[in-house]
Structure formats: C-alpha cells, structure tokens
C-alpha cells in the first residue's frame, strides 16, 4: 500500500471457483485444472465443481517462485559475468527445456515422434 500498488484483502479460508483460481495465478483456467488433476494444488469438489483454498494456491504460488529462483540461482552459478549473451539465451533455453522435460515425465507424459515428451490424451 505504501508504494501505491494494489492490494487485495481477503480471509484465508475462502474458496475460490478455477476460473478465480487461474486468474489469480495468471493461468488459464485449463491449465489450473490440469494442475489439480495432478495433485499440485490440493482442491475439494462441490457437487461437479472443483474448489480451491486460496491458503493452498497461495502456498502454490511461493513453491512455483522458489522453484524458478532455484533454477535462475542454479543457471547464475554455472555462467560467469564475462559470457556472451548470445551463449547465456542459449543456457536459458536449454535450461527451460531441461525444466519442461523433467515437468512433463513427473506427468507421465509420453514422447512424440520427433522425441519430445507431450502429456497423454
């Protein structure tokens, strides 16, 4: 508040629809329920409707930040201040591409033809 930005108040143990859910997280709401059918963040159903705790999605977003500073921190560490750009973009992709692979075989997911891993349908 201090510094002008927004801020949203709200009591720890409302429930939030997905679609609030991946607003609130920047995601669309497909990907959120993705996200629930693999056991990331915990929900409860409502009749035929999934429900978040915001508590939960706020403990999911903290594990998400931490995990993509590890990887930043982890990609810092093995670059030096003398590397060209060009070679630090190609390191932060390789770096994305490793992260994804590892993402989708937690998942499950099966390789294509060109053998890149695609989640099953």
């Known amino acids: 508040m201090k510094r002008g930005l927004p801020v949203s108040i709200a009591p720890r ?11 609130l997280l920047g995601i669309s709401r497909p990907t959120l329920v993705k996200l629930l059918d693999d056991g990331r963040i915990p929900f409860e159903r409502v009749g035929t409707h999934r429900r978040v705790l915001l508590v939960d ?30 070679e630090v973009l190609h390191q932060v992709r390789e770096t994305r591409r490793a992260r ?6 937690e998942a499950g997911a099966r390789p294509d033809r060109a053998g890149v891993r695609r989640p099953p349908r």
């Not at 143990?13 to 607003?23: I, R």
């Not at 994804?100 to 075989?105: C, N, S």
Request: without cysteine; proline residues 2%.
């Open 13 to 23: 143990s409302k429930t939030l629809t997905t679609q609030q859910a991946a607003d």
């Open 57 to 86: 999605l706020m403990d999911y977003r903290e594990r998400r930040r931490d995990e993509q500073y590890d990887a930043l921190e982890e990609m810092r560490s093995s670059l030096g201040d003398e590397t060209p750009v060009d």
């Open 100 to 105: 994804a692979a590892k993402r989708r075989e």
